[in-house]
């Protein structure tokens, strides 16, 4: 309909002037969106060429044909001159003689990667040093009637980052995840602690290293008359019959009116008015108000998600302007009590005590504006669906944008938020310092009003590196002692007064800790106490079994890595490439103990498969298998460990790494298997010497009376043993409800070729059910399962009926399609069927799915024996 964003923008606003004027008030604010008309180069240059605003250099390069795609193959590593450049963006845009009458006009810079000169119409008016903060700038005399330019000089961050380091006089311990050597830095200096930017654009252990600058995040041209709300804090004090809150405003006016108006809307309906004064300049207002009979917020799985629009109108002269945000009505408590095991470390919700269950989350692009909206939804409806409670914000990327809290409020997602800071220690210079702290407010500001934040924490992994992994020692044999008590004070600093004295003041019934993971302020992580992040499995060579007997208060990281399935990998590589030692698959494959600690913890597990194609796809039940071990310890214990956020559950390119979901948006073995693990009501077996516990964890708040029905059967479907027990499932607690002998299971001495089936039933249904084999998968006696299917169309997509007559021990459904089927690398019992369903991709039809439909299983990854 409309030819340009600037067309409908102006439309919009004539709509709302329209609207307004029947109020009987006229808008005070107004603003633009300047995304439209950029052009870039290098500052050396004078060719423009065109620009995406948000975006990155390195995006509008690939736009332009430059450089190509740096995720393909070796690529990565003949683009790092890009990070040793400087570069500009410029854009026009045109201002009306009514749009420079407003009182006040200003510009507002959303995100911008990140030190940079901005000029407007030639002027200087900011510099900027920080790429998560947010700046402005009153641009009113500068602007004329007509045509206006706006210029950004972005300063490399590697020049800027090598100035600072050869600078400060002494090193400052940084993780090798700064992947400095291939970013060819001079001298493989580590700069990145010195540039507040995502740590992982410089490399991670599961990330590329590109380090990009540019507008990342919109611009907007904001224009006001007589007030504008400047910040819209709702404040929930109180929840019980009623909800008592509060509405801070922040509020700038440009005259005086002793007789203005606030009024406060919820869903729509007024519910107070208050008379206010305004004066000149930076007015403050606090306004309790209540909500009766509150609908309260839940996690996913709880219940429901309600949320209240609350709107804020400031009515002065004949002037009207409005905020307003989306908010539950619920109550999220850390608990921090002594107990039998040590101190407690667990969120309780609305007075209930909730195990959280969930991942931790990176950001999902290296090239941050290339996450759209489709992106946050596919991820975070992945979560939900995979029964998650809690993600983890991790302390290497970004603040998030406002569109993921939204979604997670929606969503019943509650968020461990991290301060960006991770696995290196920072300076501590005053402006370093003062930078931080402005960085905190805005985030903290902008991020305080999501129901779903939970938790404020101040970095990952650097009290940790600190006390537990030689650095202290290391500053103070290698350097001095003087230094390290530098060092140490900077983080005293930032993580123990900055940044909770700002999470004190702004946001002030939220729980801040300062590391993750640790055991309390300053003291590193225990099992007793604080949270933990345990990486002996993967790191230390452990079995996965170490997960049984390693159970901490709270289990914020662990994980194993797998490669992408193979639709995937096709995506970067070509067939030269399909070994797992091959340079590219090595390349998408950052973790120095990578693809040889996966093979060998695989051979553990299984027979080696007989093809690289078969490689991935048992390095996905691998992984599956581990982290389902556990999980299940985690829930299986809560009376000691109330929560389990495995790392990843996403990738940001594509690469062999512990996440759940591949870049390209394809659950792996991992995703199923968390979303059984996850759900509310579990079975679990625990091996002691001579029996197996059978218990059933429950997250839900109310008793079940349900049955316990177990059965021991052989790989052709024959029942050898059952056992059935009436039980009543405890709310929100696990608790062992049988035993069997391990006489009864070892004794009939087919270990190899049975498995026990656990159910839980409640009425005639399933409620849930696991499986538990003998022993190890490489040991067992699996038959050819005699699988076949059929396949149906729908509306909406495909579906897939599965039967087979003996055990099919998991049944994998490739395609080809971007689309998740809905159940993936399961295992079929004998003579059963089971139908999945996968949606239809663009142009796709019954004969095309058909044709690329591939089923297997474990069977058919194995040469078989001789």
């Not at 990176?362 to 409670?389: C, G, V, W």
Request: with cysteine; net charge negative; aromatic share 12%.
């Amino acid at each position: 309909m409309f030819k340009s964003k600037k067309l409908r923008q102006n439309f919009l606003y004539m709509l709302v002037l329209i609207f307004m004027s029947g109020c009987g008030n006229d808008p005070a604010t107004a603003e633009i969106d300047l995304s439209d008309h950029w052009t870039f180069k290098k500052t050396q240059d004078t060719l423009w060429n065109k620009a995406t605003v948000p975006g990155t250099v390195h995006t509008d390069l690939m736009e332009i044909g430059e450089i190509p795609d740096p995720y393909y193959r070796l690529n990565e590593h003949d683009l790092q001159w890009i990070d040793k450049e400087d570069w500009e963006y410029r854009t026009t845009f045109t201002l009306t003689k009514e749009d420079l009458e407003k009182q006040h006009l200003e510009l507002d810079f959303l995100g911008l990667d990140t030190y940079s000169q901005i000029y407007l119409n030639d002027s200087l008016i900011l510099q900027t040093d920080n790429m998560f903060r947010n700046y402005k700038a009153e641009v009113k005399p500068i602007l004329q009637e007509g045509g206006n330019t706006l210029r950004i000089v972005f300063e490399s961050p590697i020049k800027k980052g090598l100035e600072k380091y050869d600078a400060l006089g002494y090193k400052i311990p940084v993780s090798d995840n700064d992947l400095a050597a291939i970013g060819k830095v001079e001298g493989d200096k580590q700069v990145s602690i010195f540039t507040r930017k995502a740590g992982y654009h410089f490399g991670w252990d599961w990330g590329p290293r590109l380090v990009s600058s540019g507008i990342w995040r919109p611009i907007k041209l904001r224009s006001w008359n007589h007030h504008k709300i400047d910040d819209l804090f709702i404040q929930q004090d109180t929840l019980a019959q009623s909800a008592s809150l509060t509405a801070q405003i922040e509020l700038s006016a440009s005259e005086i009116n002793e007789k203005s108006e606030i009024e406060i809307l919820v869903n729509d309906s007024i519910i107070k008015k208050q008379e206010v004064a305004l004066a000149v300049g930076k007015n403050k207002f606090t306004i309790p108000f209540k909500i009766e009979n509150p609908e309260l917020w839940w996690p996913n799985g709880m219940g429901e998600q309600v949320l209240y629009n609350i709107e804020v109108k400031v009515i002065s002269d004949s002037y009207i302007d409005q905020k307003s945000h989306k908010i539950g009505l619920r109550t999220v408590e850390l608990i921090r009590e002594p107990d039998a095991y040590g101190t407690s470390f667990y969120f309780k919700v609305n007075g209930h005590p909730v195990f959280m269950k969930g991942a931790n989350y990176i950001p999902q692009d290296a090239f941050l504006p290339r996450a759209k909206k489709s992106n946050y939804e596919h991820i975070l409806t992945s979560a939900k669906e995979a029964n998650m409670n809690m993600l983890r914000v991790w302390g290497g990327g970004i603040y998030e944008n406002d569109e993921f809290y939204q979604m997670c409020d929606e969503m019943g997602l509650l968020v461990w938020q991290d301060f960006m800071f991770a696995c290196a220690m920072f300076p501590g210079d005053q402006g370093f310092l003062d930078n931080v702290r402005q960085e905190a407010i805005d985030n903290v500001k902008r991020l305080r009003n999501h129901t779903s934040i939970a938790l404020w924490c101040g970095n990952n992994e650097i009290l940790s590196a600190w006390e537990n992994w030689g650095w202290k020692n290391q500053v103070a044999e290698e350097q001095s002692q003087q230094i390290a008590d530098t060092i140490w004070k900077a983080y005293d600093d930032i993580f123990h007064k900055i940044l909770p004295e700002v999470v004190q003041n702004f946001d002030g019934n939220r729980a801040y800790w300062p590391s993750s993971p640790e055991s309390d302020f300053g003291e590193p992580e225990s099992l007793e106490k604080g949270d933990a992040h345990y990486w002996m499995v993967w790191w230390g060579k452990e079995p996965f079994e170490k997960y049984t007997t390693e159970i901490p208060r709270f289990m914020s990281e662990y994980g194993f890595q797998s490669f992408p399935e193979m639709s995937s990998v096709e995506k970067y590589t070509v067939p030269e490439d399909y070994d797992i030692y091959s340079e590219v698959m090595k390349s998408h494959q950052r973790s120095s103990i990578g693809n040889e600690t996966i093979e060998e913890y695989m051979l553990r597990h299984y027979k080696r498969p007989k093809d690289f194609e078969s490689f991935l796809y048992v390095s996905h039940l691998l992984q599956a298998h581990g982290i389902k071990v556990g999980i299940e310890a985690h829930r299986r214990n809560r009376d000691r460990c109330m929560g389990s956020l495995y790392w990843q559950i996403n990738d940001c390119w594509p690469v062999a790494s512990w996440s759940s979901i591949d870049y390209y948006g394809k659950w792996k073995a991992l995703h199923y298997e968390a979303k059984k693990s996850f759900e509310n009501f579990l079975i679990t077996f625990e091996e002691q010497a001579d029996s197996l516990k059978v218990y059933i964890v429950s997250d839900s708040l109310k008793p079940v009376d349900a049955k316990l029905k177990l059965r021991l059967l052989d790989f052709e479907g024959n029942a050898i043993d059952q056992w059935e027990e009436q039980v009543v499932v405890a709310p929100n607690q696990s608790k062992s409800y049988f035993t069997i002998p391990k006489r009864d299971l070892i004794n009939k001495d087919i270990s190899k070729n049975v498995l026990l089936q656990g159910q839980m039933i409640v009425g005639e249904k399933v409620h849930t059910e696991n499986l538990r084999y003998l022993s190890p998968y490489k040991s067992l006696d699996f038959p050819n399962p005699e699988l076949s299917f059929e396949v149906h169309e729908n509306t909406d997509g495909f579906e897939v009926t599965l039967s087979t007559l003996k055990l099919a021990k998991s049944v994998f459904l490739s395609s080809g399609s971007d689309a998740n089927f809905s159940d993936n690398y399961f295992d079929m019992l004998p003579n059963t069927k089971k139908t999945v369903s996968i949606k239809k991709g663009a142009n796709e039809n019954l004969a095309s799915f058909k044709d690329k439909l591939k089923v297997i299983t474990l069977v058919d990854t194995f040469t078989p024996d001789l």
